[in-house]
C-alpha cells in the first residue's frame, strides 16, 4: 500500500522559513518523480514544485521560484521541501504527491500557516 | 485566477449523469493530456482520470472523461452519494511550463 505522510507544517511570521518532509512506503521511492501541491483555504489547487526521480531535476512554480527548494533522500524514502522569505499568501496545506506531471498518489497534507 | 475554467458547482440525483467541464488553451488542453482528481471534503485529492480518459485502477467505470479542442469533461453516470466532492481538472501548461489546475466544481448530489 502506497502511503506518503508529510510533517513540518506550523505557524510562522512573513520572511520566516520551514522545512517540510514527507516519507513514503510502499512504492520505489527513487524510480518516481515527487511533487508538492498546495491548497489554500477553502481555495483550489495549486502546484508548486517537483523532482525528478534522481533528483538531479527539480521545478518549480513561478510564485515560489527562488524562495522554495526541493530535495530528496532516496536512502530514507525522503521528499523535502525547504521555504524561504514565506508570504502571507504561502499560507496553504501542502500535499506530498507521486509523480509529475500527474499526482497518482498524495499524502494527507501539513498545514503551513503564515501570519504576523 | 486558475488556468483552467471549470463551473464553481454542480448538482443532480443519485441514478443521474452529471458533466464537468474544464476550459483551457491551447498551451494547454489542445496539446496536452487531461487528469481529474475528485477531493472529498476533508481529505486529499485522489485520481480519478489520466491521459485525458483513462481510469486507474479501482475506479468504477461510471467516471469517464474526454475533450475536444481546448476543453475537456468529466461524466459521471449513475450518480451515487458518494460521488458528492469537489472535482479539479489539470494539464501540462506549455507556456507556464508546468501543471495547471482548474478552480474546481462542487458536486452536490
Known amino acids: 500500500e502506497v502511503q506518503l505522510l508529510e510533517s513540518g507544517g506550523g505557524l510562522v511570521q512573513p520572511g520566516e522559513s520551514l522545512r517540510l518532509s514527507c516519507v513514503v512506503s510502499?512504492?520505489?521511492?527513487?524510480?518516481?518523480?515527487m511533487s508538492w501541491v498546495r491548497q489554500a483555504p477553502g481555495k483550489g489547487l495549486e502546484w508548486v514544485s517537483s523532482?525528478?526521480?534522481?533528483?538531479?531535476?527539480?521545478y518549480y512554480a513561478g510564485s515560489v521560484k527562488g524562495r522554495f527548494t526541493v530535495t530528496r533522500d532516496n536512502s530514507k524514502n525522503t521528499l523535502y521541501l525547504q521555504m524561504n522569505s514565506l508570504r502571507v499568501a504561502d499560507s496553504a496545506i501542502y500535499y506530498c504527491?507521486?509523480?509529475?506531471?500527474?499526482?497518482?498518489?498524495w499524502g494527507q497534507g501539513t498545514l503551513v500557516t503564515v501570519s504576523s | 485566477q486558475s488556468v483552467l475554467t471549470q463551473p464553481p458547482s454542480a448538482s443532480g440525483t443519485p441514478g443521474q449523469k452529471v458533466t464537468i467541464s474544464c476550459s483551457g488553451s491551447?498551451?494547454?488542453?489542445?496539446?496536452?493530456?487531461v487528469y481529474w482528481y475528485q477531493q472529498v471534503p476533508g481529505t486529499a485529492p485522489t485520481l480519478l482520470i489520466h491521459?485525458?480518459?483513462q481510469r486507474p485502477s479501482g475506479v468504477p467505470d461510471r467516471f469517464s472523461g474526454s475533450k475536444s479542442g481546448t476543453s475537456a469533461s468529466l461524466a459521471i453516470n449513475g450518480l451515487q452519494s458518494e460521488d458528492e466532492a469537489d472535482y479539479y481538472c489539470?494539464?501540462?501548461?506549455?507556456?507556464?511550463?508546468?501543471?495547471?489546475f482548474g478552480g474546481g466544481t462542487k458536486l452536490t448530489v
Open positions: 489539470s494539464a501540462w501548461d506549455a507556456s507556464l511550463n508546468g501543471p495547471v
Open positions: 504527491a507521486q509523480n509529475y506531471p500527474m499526482f497518482d498518489y
Open positions: 491551447s498551451s494547454n488542453i489542445r496539446d496536452n493530456g
Open positions: 510502499g512504492f520505489t521511492f527513487g524510480n518516481y518523480a
Open positions: 491521459g485525458t480518459n
Open positions: 523532482i525528478s526521480g534522481s533528483g538531479r531535476n527539480t
